[in-house]
């Protein structure tokens, strides 16, 4: 199958355009970590301020993981993921601008390209795969693209702003350069929905069955579209063990490589932005390393993994609050290994929660609204630099332990109860039946 126009891609190497481009677009997501360092030092930008440009991410990034799925579906995985990477390019080139509203608008429109990149990017990625390569793999293969990605472009960042001129504006443009190169890469790629342009799911009913659509649902009608992709919310137990874990997914990663580098900005001079990036990367790579880890703590009977991973989180909180308290470089270091591990487990341990709760045709959609959850995360910078004033950053930390000792206490009550049905292993036998007989 060849792409649309361009030459036909090969087709044992057909993903890694797709993979590229999913990672691009999570370098895009992430360069503002060593940048912020930047304008912190160049700049009379408040914490207050910085902190919310790093938060007005979310605003962007929710409609997009939400309408990634069914724009995919409706225009396409190959026109939906590169429209996207040119707005990433574009608004790049925007964050180059020296000033404040330039730098909100930018990070506004990463947010949105990146949702849609994340969700068409990945489904494109796992059915550009092809049949033959089990759903797993090319579920970790976008995992790993999206992880290299947000380490990539914090440490890119990190080192362009350290040691080459203009430190506010060439990072920023060498992703839009990178994003450049990435769509003339998947030019040729061809487009994996069977159908697309009249609103129809393309290719739900294939990705129902691991080929990852991040969005679809199977039949048509209002009830066929939002019944099944709520089944999971409405769970008791996703209100009870999924929910109160989720802000510490990203909460945990933006703790270790936002709020922690700043307050020991004082021991490294002259390597501030460099070490942002590192923090950053570290913690981020940590995070994909300890992912699949969750999956071997998974119990279907208890919510073992979840709590593992909580306790974590609770763990690289107390440990970020004394780092921050002996302001101490090596125990920031220490605490973003831990963090970063309580962010990997804890999206894994969350993500096998809603995939047993959801059917399986509707898998994506279910996991792309857990991510919106998690996304909530973000505003973590922006929650702790709004109360900085009023109690220390150790004693802020501290607190934050606190509540997720309690969101712990609720799950660890609810580890055992509202376990979901099994699956039944006729029941495809039974439609098969059923389906013959009529």
């Known amino acids: 199958m060849g792409g649309t126009d361009g030459m036909p891609a090969p087709r044992t190497a057909r993903w890694l ?35 919310a440009m790093f938060s007005v991410y979310l605003l962007g990034l929710l409609p997009g993981l939400l309408l990634g799925g069914p724009a995919a579906d409706r225009y396409g995985r190959r026109r939906t993921v590169r429209g996207a990477l040119g707005l990433s390019a574009a608004a790049s080139v925007v964050l180059a601008l020296p000033d404040e509203p330039s730098v909100y608008a930018a990070r506004l429109a990463t947010g949105f390209a990146a949702g849609l990149v994340f969700l068409a990017g990945t489904a494109w990625l796992r059915e550009l795969s092809g049949p033959a390569v089990p759903p797993e793999r090319g579920a970790r293969r976008a995992m790993y693209a999206t992880g290299t990605g947000f380490a990539a472009g914090a440490l890119a960042s990190g080192v362009i702003a350290e040691w080459l001129p203009g430190p506010t504006v060439l990072p920023a443009l060498a992703h839009a350069l990178g994003c450049l190169l990435v769509l003339r890469a998947t030019r040729g790629l061809p487009e994996t929905a069977r159908s697309h342009g009249n609103g129809s799911n393309g290719s739900g009913n294939s990705s129902g069955s691991g080929g990852g659509n991040g969005g679809s649902n199977n039949g048509s009608g209002p009830a066929a579209v939002h019944h099944p992709r709520f089944r999971a919310v409405r769970h008791p137990r996703f209100r009870y063990v999924v929910l109160p874990a989720s802000p510490a997914v990203l909460g945990a990663a933006t703790v270790a490589y936002v709020v922690l580098p700043p307050l020991v900005a004082d021991r490294v001079p002259g390597y501030a932005p460099l070490f942002s990036g590192l923090v950053a990367a570290l913690t981020l790579a940590t995070g994909v390393v300890a992912q699949p880890f969750a999956a071997r703590l998974d119990d279907a009977d208890s919510a073992r993994a979840t709590l593992t991973a909580m306790a974590t989180v609770i763990a690289g909180l107390l440990l970020g609050a004394l780092a921050a308290d002996l302001d101490s470089v090596g125990l920031v270091v220490a605490a973003a290994l831990v963090l970063g591990t309580g962010y990997g487990l804890t999206l894994g341990a969350g993500l096998h929660e809603v995939e047993r709760l959801t059917p399986r045709a509707s898998g994506p959609t279910s996991a792309s609204l857990y991510q919106s959850i998690t996304s909530s995360g973000f505003l973590t910078p922006l929650l702790l630099a709004g109360t900085a004033g009023h109690a220390s950053y150790p004693a802020l930390l501290a607190g934050m332990a606190a509540v997720g000792l309690l969101c712990l206490a609720v799950t660890a009550a609810h580890s055992r109860r509202h376990l979901p049905d099994p699956p039944d292993p006729y029941a495809a036998a039974r439609r098969e039946d059923s389906s013959v007989q009529t």
Not at 27 to 46: C, E, H, I, K, P
């Open 17 to 51: 355009p797709a993979a590229a481009a999913v990672a691009v677009a999570a370098w895009g997501a992430n360069q503002f970590t060593a940048l912020a360092t930047v304008y912190r030092a160049r700049t009379d930008w408040s914490a207050l301020s910085l902190a």
